[in-house]
Nanobody
């Protein structure tokens, strides 16, 4: 089995910074794209940032220039460095990835449990 566990969420004042981590563990063969999503109350879940296995990145316009996604393949971990945080960044942040489990041939879509990020004004 494979699981993704997020950490690093919390309460921060506007203008502050926070770093989220998401570690994949279990019987992993390959990890493809890794991404961060977020969902604010009563809003649709949105893609925040994505990073490919080769390190290419893409960001939502709302976070471009403020957030940085990175990954450490040796640790099966993806990070989201968030700077210049705004109250509108408040949401539950979810880690997401397509992963091939050892002994299998196809990918499965995995989600973390989510970590709360609250930005106060």
């Amino acid at each position: 089995q494979v699981q993704l566990v997020e950490s690093g969420g919390g309460l921060v004042q506007a203008g502050g910074s926070l770093r989220l981590s998401c570690a994949a563990s279990g019987s992993i063969f390959s990890i493809y794209d890794m991404a961060w999503y977020r969902q604010a109350p009563r809003e649709q879940r949105e893609l925040v940032a994505v990073i490919t296995s080769g390190g290419s990145t893409n960001y939502a316009d709302s976070v471009k220039g403020r957030f940085t996604i990175s990954r450490d393949n040796a640790k099966n971990t993806v990070y989201l460095q968030m700077s210049s945080l705004k109250p509108e960044d408040t949401a539950v942040y979810y880690c997401n990835s397509d992963i091939i489990q050892r002994g299998e041939w196809s990918t499965r879509r995995y989600w973390g449990q989510g970590t709360q990020v609250t930005v106060s004004s």
